[in-house]
């Protein structure tokens, strides 16, 4: 299965938010292919980030789709002020929300796809279910919360499991990692399966986003043609 398109989206997260607007500009030039939106709540995750207003700004800054990660409890009672402000494909924790199937279809009702993600030392089970109204499944590969935290070698075998599970479905579920991707995480996680590679600091850390977007494609290009 090496029909699916690989896709760069780099987290904003890492960004320069004192000018954000060309940070994503910047991205988008680079040939990112998605941006993507960390919101975290301080609630299931410790860490504060940013709203659907600033999703709404990037969203006015970039012709590219917006990849909204809710960390969130019960996303159920805000999604919507996400797809309002812009997004295109909006992922939420099954293990923060009180009814996933529901709110699977609910996103998907609202025109936009619908991801669905766990932490690492949550069972894809939890999940599995719903396969058929799932457009995308992120294997977090550190604990969500925090950029530049180190890839979790083990999550390896789980996006496996996922790929696996994914191939004996009939239509297209887009596999993505998300936390610590870099060159050589992106290439081992290419041979697992993964198509859509989430990336912070190594993109916004460095002096050139295009160099880096293009090293993540090519290692992710080699990783998928040496499974
Ligand atoms: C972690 C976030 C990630 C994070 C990735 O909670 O979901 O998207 O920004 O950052 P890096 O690539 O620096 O690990
Ligand atoms: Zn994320």
Redesign the pocket.
């Known amino acids: 299965m090496k029909s699916k398109k690989i896709e760069i989206a780099p987290?904003i997260?890492?960004a320069d938010f004192r000018n954000l607007e060309r940070e994503v500009k910047a991205a988008q030039d680079s040939g990112a292919d998605r941006i993507?939106c960390?919101i975290?709540d301080g609630n299931f995750?410790p860490?504060i980030s940013f709203g659907p207003i600033v999703v709404e700004a990037v969203k006015k800054s970039v012709t590219i789709p917006l990849d909204v990660?809710l960390?969130i409890t019960r996303p159920e009672k805000c999604y919507n002020e996400f797809i309002d402000a812009g997004a295109d494909i909006l992922t939420f924790h099954a293990e923060a929300c009180n009814d996933s199937a529901a709110l699977l279809e609910s996103i998907r009702k609202r025109g936009i796809k619908a991801g669905i993600t766990v932490n690492p030392d949550i069972p894809i089970d939890l999940f599995l279910p719903y396969l058929d109204t799932i457009d995308q499944i992120l294997i977090?590969t550190?604990?969500?919360?925090?950029?530049?935290?180190k890839?979790i070698d083990e999550m390896l075998s789980k996006v496996e499991r996922t790929a696996d599970c994914i191939k004996k479905m009939n239509h297209q579920i887009d596999l993505q990692v998300?936390?610590?991707?870099n060159k050589e995480t992106a290439f081992l996680c290419a041979q697992k399966g993964v198509n859509v590679f989430?990336?912070?600091?190594?993109?916004f850390n460095a002096a050139d986003y295009r160099d880096r977007i293009l090293i993540l494609k090519q290692s992710a290009e080699s990783g998928m043609n040496d499974d």
Not at 142 to 147: H, K
């Open positions: 987290s997260l890492a993507h960390d975290m995750v860490n990660h960390m977090m550190v604990y969500a919360g925090y950029g530049g935290q890839f998300d936390g610590g991707i989430v990336s912070g600091s190594y993109i």
